[in-house]
Nanobody, 115 residues
Framework: QVQLVESGGGLVQPGGSLRLSCAAS????????MRWYRQAHGKQRELVAT???????LYADSVKGRFTISRDNAKNTVYLQMNKLKPEDTAVYYC?????????WGTGTLVTVSS
């Protein structure tokens, strides 16, 4: 059974940084494309960043140059380093993996950017 567990969220001031982690189990992690999504209150879930099995990365325009996705296959963990945070980055952040057409999600971690 695939399980994803996010951590690292919290309250941060505008301009600050946070690093989110997502620990995966029940899958051959190194072969998976991993994604981070976020969902702000009252809005649809949106794709933030993607990292493939060969370490190619993609970012939403809204986070380019501020966020960095990375992975450690030895730890079955994907990270999202978030710098220069803005109030509009406030959301619940979710880790995602698709395996044989099925989506798996973690329970999310809340990031609040506020002074």
């Amino acid at each position: 059974q695939v399980q994803l567990v996010e951590s690292g969220g919290g309250l941060v001031q505008p301009g600050g940084s946070l690093r989110l982690s997502c620990a995966a189990s029940g899958t051959i992690f190194s072969t998976n494309t991993m994604r981070w999504y976020r969902q702000a209150h009252g809005k649809q879930r949106e794709l933030v960043a993607t990292i493939t099995s060969v370490f190619n990365t993609l970012y939403a325009d809204s986070v380019k140059g501020r966020f960095t996705i990375s992975r450690d296959n030895a730890k079955n963990t994907v990270y999202l380093q978030m710098n220069k945070l803005k109030p509009e980055d406030t959301a619940v952040y979710y880790c995602n993996v698709q395996i044989w057409g099925m989506d798996y999600w973690g329970t999310g971690t809340l990031v609040t950017v506020s002074s």
